[in-house]
């Protein structure tokens, strides 16, 4: 919520034409050509969330200190915003109208601050369910994609087993990214909640291996949602060396827990958030890591939010640089040998080739090399018709694959390898597996559960009876549409960090977080984008006393009888939420 405009006696107010008297005599009769009309609208910010969240409404819930209703109406999109609130690259941000004013919300900062306050009031979800339905579903892999989609379609009445390859659930969120970024407890507390709605889970059961795709035929539809776990390989002489490892691998091994010892010197061959991570990880356990990356920093796939929390660790970066050779001595890495690199025109992806520099070689001493230059799916164990190639399963835009009630969502499908299109896509998938097996029509669904224009949808909407779901207005609110004169420069707050001297002795959490009393603050820089606040302009404004207040809750109400139509409450609505429209003669 923004600020208030400051009129609190009558005395106070400015000169301006504001009927204070009665207009009732005023009747407008039939000369108004336009008519204003009250129309909530798309704010960027739900748009630019991938799992659709009513970001605008939970802040609302937050500065008004209902933290833990905001929680639940996350909840309704997406079962971890525990998670996100830590990990997610969040685009919301970046779709943020005040980022063109002064400073982008902190909605990553309150998603997580709103899912701490449930975990410490020990809040259970209260989720809008359907009822229970005969027919059962299997979800491969227990990531955040298999994850979602169980706990929607368990949401809508269906029984649900997750079967998951290794002995613990959460895939890449448990076993990829670390506790100094995303403690254990909070994952489990998540997953948890999943669970106690009713999911089943079998973990060390890995199709292809401890079950075929036979054994699935028991259920009606399938999930596949399997991530990329195999690390691509280095291609260069010498990597089958002792001391070569994977940085998933490297990753795993710390995340379960297992004694690792390494090497003093490490160096770390990648720019994503695996290498990134891997070295920090490493930093943490004692090394000396050094990162190469074949570009340069602008190139880096890694989120720039983790490489600069590396290099305040003290991590060093070294740019333009590969790896050609990795050197034994008695069978164990001692050294690496490396080149430099320039910058060469744009290849496929639009990055600009890296290009080696004749006689550039130099010698590295290392005594440890970790590969984190990508992962890939393996899927040589997945039938032919699913048509599997590149390491990804096609699919259609519901989801669906070339076999029939097969579907696949996360890092297999063709989409950003990021948390929250993983969830994004589990959510996507339950609907169309949903709308599968009632046998319905599913293609008017994109239009009538959208969040704005870019392709996410609300469970919320999917769940309400059609006659229930609010009108979607076409248009999403940019700064240009906002009354700016409402509203003051206030910085954003920023999460409190750890002391970097203890940050690398341990793998304690690097971000803090908000307390209350930030939250609060935060969440009122909020301008509401295209959603009445009840912030009451129209009203005070108007000058024929015809906008009326609606009911606890409900928007305000125009007195068409009075309404002269001059347009004075459109201008003066901080937030584009009325519209003038052309009078029906
Ligand atoms: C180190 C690291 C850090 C990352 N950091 C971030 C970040 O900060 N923010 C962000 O947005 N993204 C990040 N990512 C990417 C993100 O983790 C993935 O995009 C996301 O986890 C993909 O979700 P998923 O459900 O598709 O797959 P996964 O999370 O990979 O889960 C797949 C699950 O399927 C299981 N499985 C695989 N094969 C089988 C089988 N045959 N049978 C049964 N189960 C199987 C796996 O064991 C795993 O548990 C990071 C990735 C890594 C590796
Ligand atoms: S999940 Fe990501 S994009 Fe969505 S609200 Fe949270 S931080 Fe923003
Ligand atoms: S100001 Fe508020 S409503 Fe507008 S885009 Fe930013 S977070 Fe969303
Ligand atoms: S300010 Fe009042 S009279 Fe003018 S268009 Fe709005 S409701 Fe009608």
Redo the contacts with the bound molecule.
């Keep these: 919520m923004s600020k208030p405009i400051p009129l609190l006696r009558e005395g106070e107010m400015p000169y301006q034409p504001i009927s204070l008297a009665s207009m009732e005599w005023n009747k407008t009769g039939s000369w108004r050509y336009l008519r204003p009309r009250f129309e909530n609208k798309t704010p960027p910010c739900n748009e630019g969330c991938p799992a659709g969240q009513d970001i605008e409404g939970a802040l609302v819930l937050i500065g008004k200190g209902k933290f833990l209703e905001a929680w639940d109406l996350f909840k309704e999109e997406n079962p971890f915003p525990g998670v996100c609130g830590r990990?997610?690259?969040h685009p919301c941000e970046t779709s943020c109208n005040r980022g063109d004013f002064d400073e982008s919300l902190s909605i990553n900062a309150l998603e997580r601050f709103m899912a701490d306050m449930a975990l410490k009031h020990r809040r259970k979800p209260s989720l809008k369910k359907r009822e229970k339905r005969p027919e059962k579903i299997a979800v491969?892999?227990?990531?955040?994609?298999?994850l979602t989609c169980a706990y929607h379609l368990v949401r809508l009445g269906y029984g649900v087993t997750v079967?998951?390859?290794?002995p613990v659930l959460g895939?890449?969120?448990r076993v990829?990214?670390p506790e100094y970024?995303l403690p254990k407890k909070i994952l489990g507390e998540e997953i948890d909640q999943i669970i106690e709605l009713g999911v089943r889970v079998e973990v060390n059961?890995?199709?292809?291996a401890d079950l075929s795709p036979d054994d699935l035929k028991e259920y009606e539809a399938v999930f596949l949602?399997?991530?990329?776990?195999r690390s691509r390989r280095l291609g260069i002489p010498g990597e089958e060396a002792e001391g070569v490892m994977s940085g998933?691998e490297f990753?795993q091994d710390v995340n379960l827990g297992k004694k690792v010892i390494l090497g003093k010197r490490v160096a770390v061959i990648g720019g994503g958030?695996?290498a990134i991570?891997a070295a920090r990880a490493a930093l943490r356990l004692g090394s000396k890591p050094i990162i190469l990356y074949r570009r340069t920093r602008e190139e880096m796939p890694a989120?720039a939010s983790e490489v600069h929390e590396a290099e305040e660790e003290g991590i060093e970066i070294s740019l333009l640089t590969s790896p050609m050779r990795v050197i034994s001595q008695n069978g164990r890495v001692s050294q690496l040998e490396c080149v430099k690199n320039r910058l060469g025109p744009p290849d496929e992806d639009g990055r600009r080739r890296p290009v080696e520099i004749k006689g550039s070689n130099y010698v590295l001493e290392v005594d440890q090399v970790i590969a984190a230059i990508g992962?890939e799916a393996d899927l040589a164990f997945l039938p032919k018709k699913l048509g599997a190639e590149d390491a990804t399963v096609p699919t259609d835009e519901r989801g669906a694959t070339k076999q029939n009630g097969v579907f696949a969502?996360?890092?297999?499908i063709h989409q950003p390898?990021?948390?929250?299109h993983?969830i994004a896509s589990g959510k996507r998938a339950a609907i169309f597996i949903d709308a599968h097996l009632r046998k319905q029509k599913w293609e008017g669904l994109f239009e009538a559960l959208r969040v704005g224009q870019k392709g996410s949808l609300s469970m919320k909407r999917y769940l309400q009876e059609e006659s229930e779901r609010a009108p979607l207005s076409d248009k999403t609110v940019l700064l240009k549409d906002l009354n700016l004169d409402y509203f003051e420069y206030q910085k954003r707050l920023k999460m409190p960090k750890a002391k970097t001297s203890r940050r690398t002795g341990s793998f304690e959490e690097v971000n803090l977080g908000f307390n209350e009393d930030m939250a609060v603050e935060e969440a009122r820089r909020c301008f509401n984008c295209g959603v009445c606040n009840l912030c009451d302009n129209c009203y005070i404004f108007c000058p024929d006393v015809a906008v009326q207040k609606g009911k606890e809750g409900e928007l305000n109400l125009i007195d068409y009888d009075h309404c002269k139509g001059c347009g004075i409450c459109m201008e003066e609505c901080p937030r584009d939420v009325i519209v003038m429209e052309v009078e029906g003669r």
Aim: hydrophobic share 40%.
């Design positions: 990990v997610c690259y491969i892999g227990s990531g955040p994609a298999g079967f998951e390859a290794l895939g890449m969120l990829g990214i970024r059961s890995r199709l292809g949602a399997l991530g990329n776990h998933v990753l958030n695996t991570d989120f992962e969502g996360g890092d297999i390898h990021t948390v929250v993983a």
